[in-house]
């Protein structure tokens, strides 16, 4: 072994070493909160992850809207939909450090904000470019709270000292579920798609002020730390691999959150919004039990059998399409099957040696926002020179390269 070779491993020693008894530290603080300090902190952390599942479920709602305001075409429509996803891949780039040394109770509140004035304002652009613009902003607080309330989950997650992550993240589709199905139901009623972003955005900015207050309490990352831990974050096997995985799961969510409702009105001619529903009411019933089945199979066995189950709903809701109910059900078992992928991955990812829980997180949740980019932009490439049917089969094979390949990387790595 050369020289230079030794002391880089010696340097990455430090910086493991460092990078535990700061963690060690926070963990001490957070565990020697009082018992309801701690039940308030998950508390607020699964109402910022509701408002953030009701914002993103509320414009997604709106897809249709955005098209026909604008005319635009499958092609036109992708770009708007990569607008988003730009805005939050620059956002993971640049903002990990940025949260590791503010702290998530900052961060939410910044991330939570934007997510919430930009999502006010999509229906109120008069031009397309303006709307590229407020899109892309939209996706950068979105991704800002993401990965701060992650960080926060985690956190909570060891104060507490047993697994809740899946849940918190039941509470983003939840979230989704109330925000498609409040949606619908008020447009239904004659309410301007503009005044439901509107109203939506207030009910938002309401929770996530009286929710700040409760965030667990931040333990400062010294700077040098900070340095050496992005610089880990880049060279990390591990968390190329959780994000690599990450990616092809989020072409999949992304495609639902994105897709299903013009397929739903297009295709199978029914309302737009009960497949958003459906969705995340499948989200939600898997996040809710994924802890105690993480728990006693093991993150790659629980990982296997979702992915699998997100294949067959796929494919019935693509072969039988003319019968909405078939569809919904097919929906449903998509929720079901990719509820887990996230917050296994995220967890995963928060636990990494070397990096602070933000840089983890933003790595991981940076390249799914790749897929988030690149998952859209395909399937409405695919749907122009074609159907959109055709271009939802990308879903389908996205689920079946995790079932085959997600696994074997979560036992590679041993997380």
């Not at 005044?195 to 990352?221: C, E, K, R």
């Not at 799961?249 to 739903?264: P, Q």
């Amino acid at each position: 072994m050369s020289d230079s070779t030794s002391a880089s491993s010696a340097q990455a020693a430090r910086e493991a070493a460092h990078d535990a008894r700061e963690t060690s530290a926070a963990l001490a603080l957070h565990r020697s909160l009082p018992p309801a300090t701690r039940e308030r902190a998950r508390y607020a952390t699964m109402a910022i992850f509701f408002i953030a599942g009701m914002m993103y479920a509320s414009w997604g709602v709106h897809v249709p809207t955005v098209r026909d305001k604008f005319a635009l075409s499958p092609g036109m429509l992708s770009f708007a939909l990569l607008a988003v996803a730009g805005g939050s891949i620059f956002a993971m780039l640049t903002n990990a450090s940025w949260i590791a040394r503010v702290g998530s109770r900052r961060a939410c509140l910044a991330g939570g904000g934007g997510l919430i004035v930009f999502g006010a304002l999509i229906l109120l652009t008069p031009y397309y470019w303006m709307l590229l613009i407020v899109l892309a902003l939209f996706g950068f607080g979105m991704a800002t709270l993401d990965v701060a309330m992650n960080a926060e989950a985690s956190a909570v997650e060891e104060a507490l000292g047993r697994p809740i992550m899946s849940s918190l993240h039941g509470m983003f589709s939840v979230g989704g579920m109330a925000g498609a199905a409040a949606g619908g139901a008020l447009l239904a009623h004659g309410l301007a798609p503009a005044a439901h972003l509107a109203l939506a955005s207030a009910v938002s900015l309401i929770v996530l002020l009286v929710s700040i207050p409760a965030v667990l309490p931040h333990v400062p990352h010294q700077d040098e730390h900070a340095k050496a831990s992005t610089s880990n974050r880049w060279r990390s096997g591990a968390l190329w691999a959780l994000g690599g995985m990450a990616l092809i799961a989020l072409i999949a969510e992304g495609a639902m959150y994105d897709w299903a409702t013009v397929y739903m009105r297009d295709v199978v001619h029914a309302t737009p919004s009960v497949s958003s529903a459906a969705f995340s009411g499948g989200m939600a019933i898997g996040r809710f039990g994924g802890d105690a089945v993480r728990a006693r199979f093991g993150a790659p066995q629980l990982v296997f059998g979702s992915a699998g189950l997100a294949f067959v709903g796929m494919v019935m809701a693509l072969v039988v399409f003319p019968i909405t109910l078939v569809t919904m059900t097919g929906f449903t078992l998509m929720g079901l099957g990719l509820a887990n992928m996230m917050p296994v991955l995220f967890a995963a990812g928060a636990r990494v040696q070397g990096v602070t829980a933000a840089e983890g997180l933003a790595h991981v949740a940076g390249l799914a926002y790749f897929g988030l980019l690149f998952g859209p932009v395909l399937i409405g490439g695919v749907a122009q020179i074609s159907n959109l049917p055709i271009g939802l089969y990308v879903v389908a094979a996205c689920c079946l390269i995790i079932t085959v390949i997600g696994p074997r990387i979560l036992k590679r790595w041993k997380i």
